[in-house]
């Protein structure tokens, strides 16, 4: 059971701007970085963002992460059509053992 | 060029075991941490287990704790998921990883358990 809460899905249309939120508590996003990935269907996921808004050499600066107390959120804007695609955050917990905790996963629609 | 390569997987019964092994190549093995994550059909990501640098670091998600033993050998530029006493809940798509602060995941083995 994820301990990172997303809403299940977002849209919007080709050029507009999608905002995804991942909540959390003071043990993960509170206290760690957050990381995001996106994955198209049959594919490993994809880093997209890390240690909060840092951004993987190739992707594209229409990606952008921020972080906030205990929620981070993602950011694309001039949304595409291959931009389509299930989006996750994560981070680590520090509560009890260390753990890495994914999100409950964004399904991002292009319209 | 960075590759990681998984095999292992299959077809097992509830209450079997299945090795996973992770071949890395590309890079200095022994230099980084390394995790498995797996997905179930239709799901979501799970992070499964991590393994420091050197193995002496090890974290398991409570799902898979006293079942499955991470174990890495830096001379074979191998990483290694022992299961054991399998569930049908663990069916999933096991994705070996390195450091999180880097994009780099293999292409997934899928594991199947059913009687």
């Known amino acids: 059971?994820?301990?990172?809460?997303?809403?299940?899905?977002?849209?919007?249309?080709?050029?507009?701007?999608?905002?995804?939120?991942?909540?959390?508590?003071?043990?993960?996003?509170?206290?760690?970085?957050?990381?995001?990935?996106?994955?198209l269907p049959g594919t490993a996921p994809k880093l997209l963002i890390y240690r909060n808004n840092q951004r993987p050499s190739g992707v594209p600066d229409r990606?952008?992460?921020?972080?906030?107390?205990?929620?981070?959120?993602?950011?694309?804007?001039?949304?595409?059509?291959?931009?389509e695609a299930d989006y996750y955050c994560a981070a680590w917990d520090d509560s009890l053992s260390a753990s890495y905790v994914f999100g409950t996963g964004t399904k991002v629609t292009v319209l | 060029e960075v590759q990681l390569v998984e095999s292992g997987g299959g077809l097992v019964q509830p209450g079997g075991s299945l090795r996973l092994s992770c071949a890395a190549s590309g890079f200095t093995f022994s230099s980084y941490e390394m995790n498995?994550?797996?997905?179930?059909?239709?799901?979501?990501?799970?992070?499964?287990?991590?393994?420091?640098?050197?193995?002496?670091?090890?974290?398991?998600?409570?799902?898979?704790?006293g079942r499955f033993t991470i174990s890495r050998d830096n001379a074979k530029n191998s990483l290694y998921l022992q299961m054991n006493s399998l569930r049908a809940e663990d069916t999933a798509v096991y994705y070996c990883a390195r450091d999180f602060d880097t994009d780099y995941w293999g292409q997934g083995t899928l594991v199947t358990v059913s009687s």
Do not use: H, M
């Open chain 1, 63 to 83: 990606f952008s992460g921020s972080k906030s107390g205990t929620s981070a959120s993602l950011a694309i804007s001039g949304l595409r059509s291959e931009d």
């Open chain 1, 1 to 39: 059971q994820s301990v990172l809460t997303q809403p299940p899905s977002a849209s919007g249309t080709p050029g507009q701007r999608v905002t995804i939120s991942c909540s959390g508590s003071s043990s993960n996003i509170g206290s760690n970085y957050v990381y995001w990935y996106q994955q």
């Open chain 2, 36 to 65: 498995w994550v797996r997905q179930a059909p239709g799901k979501g990501l799970e992070w499964v287990s991590y393994i420091s640098s050197s193995g002496s670091t090890i974290y398991y998600a409570d799902s898979v704790k």
